[in-house]
């Protein structure tokens, strides 16, 4: 019979050395109290954290160890479990020994050496400071989204975004109205036409701005074209080089559009033929500026009469 006991006493002693090995390998702190408060044992992390080895912290109290307020951070509610038996788990926030700051979650459970026996608690510590952050940046991403999203539609000319694929992230209002009534019904149907496909929406034209764009990684493309009574300034710009793209489309037609604006667009226009303007003049023996006035006064006439295109 003293055999028996001596050998289920070492059974139980190799048990015990092993559940406080494997309790000392956790990745995360682990301590256990008596119903006194006193450390009865914890692990390297818990040491770690602390900032002292943990053979110095068996048998003392939280208080003797960390500054009053982290020892209250770490001992709340113990009564609590003490009288109850309870579980527990609350989020908080201590000052680990290399200074810095961090979230965690303090779980809790009573110790029990028999079913109506409670003699103490164990605790680990859950850092959950990079979850929070991340939550943060989320919560702020996503703030950011909706300021951007109510700008985007402020914006009176059309604006569009795609990806790769030329499926559409997200566009505005004035874009659907530009490139047609149906597409306006449509956005109102799918906001922002979100995952349309833009070969279905807009000319070739602007389609083959996107395709060069994306397979270029250009910053910029930019092109005037007549469509469906319209003449459209567009705009196609570089987002995440070969992986989205916008564009700017400003109809030029519109009464609303800027005068100074029209007017920089003639400038343009004429900038571009001033060479051919000089050729003319030389052959035609008239004055370069008088023959440059004539063409500004076509253009100036012809701005608004643009011929339908379908």
């Known amino acids: ?66 500054s009053k307020k982290q020892a209250e951070s770490l001992a ?45 608690i164990v605790s680990s510590i859950i850092d959950i400071t990079e979850r929070k952050k991340a939550q943060d940046s989320l919560a702020d991403a996503r703030s950011e989204k909706k300021i951007a999203t109510t700008m985007l539609q402020k914006i009176r000319a059309g604006i569009v975004i795609v990806n790769s694929d030329l499926k559409i992230i997200d566009s505005n209002l004035g874009f659907a109205r530009m490139i047609g009534e149906e597409n306006e019904e449509l956005f109102e149907t799918i906001p922002g036409l979100r995952g349309a496909d833009l070969e279905m929406l807009v000319p070739e034209v602007i389609l083959d701005m996107f395709r060069s764009i994306l397979e270029t990684g250009e910053s910029r493309i930019e092109r005037d074209l007549k469509y469906q009574n ?47 303007v000089q050729q003319i003049a030389f052959l035609l023996g008239e004055n370069a500026a008088q023959t440059e006035e004539l063409l500004n006064s076509i253009i100036e006439s012809q701005k608004y009469n643009v011929d339908e295109e379908n």
């Open 1 to 66: 019979m003293i055999m028996a006991n001596n050998g289920s006493n070492k059974i139980n002693t190799e048990e015990a050395e092993l559940y406080i090995k494997l309790v000392d390998t956790l990745p995360i702190p682990v301590f256990c109290r008596k119903s006194n408060g006193k450390i009865k044992i914890c692990n390297t992390a818990f040491a770690h954290i602390i900032g002292k080895p943990k053979e110095e912290l068996a048998g003392k109290s939280l208080d003797e160890i960390i």
């Open 230 to 276: 319209k003449l459209l300034s567009v705009s196609v710009m570089t987002i995440h080089k070969n992986e989205i793209a916008g564009a700017i489309i400003r109809d030029l037609s519109s009464p609303m559009l800027e005068r100074a604006e029209i007017i920089e667009r003639a400038r343009q226009v004429n900038r571009k033929n001033m060479k051919t």
């Open 76 to 120: 709340l509610r113990d009564k609590e479990i003490l009288e109850t038996g309870s579980s527990q788990f609350y989020e908080t926030s201590l000052k680990y020994a290399d200074g810095n700051v961090r979230q965690v979650i303090v779980n809790k459970a009573a110790m029990r050496l028999k079913e109506d026996e409670i003699t103490g």
